[in-house]
């Protein structure tokens, strides 16, 4: 990872809030688990290590953690630590086929599609009345 990868990532994590917290506990198979769960769907997460009660320091959990999920370390600060996984196409979700026609929509899906149809005739009415109202060209009555 080149320095210029790993500061666009940093600047995302800035953003995200931790997902998971580490401490007097120290590093569990489920918290491995849950890690490369969470690295699969988002890529890109970040985790708070409880410095007053975790046993090692965060550097040493980045460390174990990066090489427990395959993840490389983005940044360990105080407590917080960033971890980074690329996505691969095993772990791309699963695209869903369209409705086929003649498929009734959802109740939501009709909602919106009934909402959308009539902000267009809205639209289309608000611009056909204000298009009358409109004097055709500039002509100046006082002249």
């Not at 918290?31 to 708070?48: G, P, S």
């Amino acid at each position: 990872m080149t320095s210029k990868e790993r500061a666009q990532l940093r600047a995302q994590a800035n953003a995200l809030e931790p997902l998971f917290q580490i401490g007097k506990g120290g590093m569990s198979e489920a918290l491995v688990q849950q890690t490369a769960d969470a690295l699969r769907k988002r890529e890109l997460i970040k985790l708070k290590v409880l410095l007053e009660s975790a046993p090692e320091s965060p550097r040493e959990f980045a460390e174990q953690l990066a090489a427990a999920t395959q993840s490389e370390v983005v940044q360990v600060i105080g407590g917080s630590i960033v971890l980074y996984k690329e996505k691969t196409e095993e772990d791309a979700p699963k695209k869903k086929k369209p409705a086929a026609k003649g498929k009734p929509l959802s109740r939501v899906k009709a909602r919106r599609a009934a909402a959308a149809k009539r902000e267009a005739e809205e639209r289309s009415r608000k611009q056909s009345f204000y298009a009358k109202r409109r004097p055709a060209g500039n002509k100046n009555k006082n002249q």
